[in-house]
């Protein structure tokens, strides 16, 4: 969802999910600014490469506005 303010209101977004890989292995993700004003993507790791249950927070990705909306760089199918 996307918003021109923190707080909304806040419309569904035509530019589809922010992801970080193609195998949807991330939960629960957030928008912030690092100390130097850049904006990043923070999430938890959902899956390791052997099926197991992660659930720790990913290092930041960093983000790029395209046509005002949020995008992440896609990543090989998992870090781990």
């Not at 292995?25 to 959902?46: C, N, P, T, V």
């Not at 490469?49 to 949020?70: K, M, N």
Request: negative net charge.
């Amino acid at each position: 969802m996307v918003s021109d303010h923190a707080l909304g209101p806040f419309n569904f977004s035509d530019g589809g999910m922010l992801a970080v890989d193609t195998i949807a292995s991330h939960y629960g993700g957030k928008l912030i600014e690092d100390r130097f004003g850049r904006l990043q993507f923070l999430a938890f790791s959902m899956f390791g490469r052997d099926g197991q249950f992660i659930g720790e927070l990913t290092d930041p990705f960093p983000v790029s506005l395209e046509s005002g909306l949020p995008q992440v760089e896609t990543l090989p199918d998992h870090p781990k």
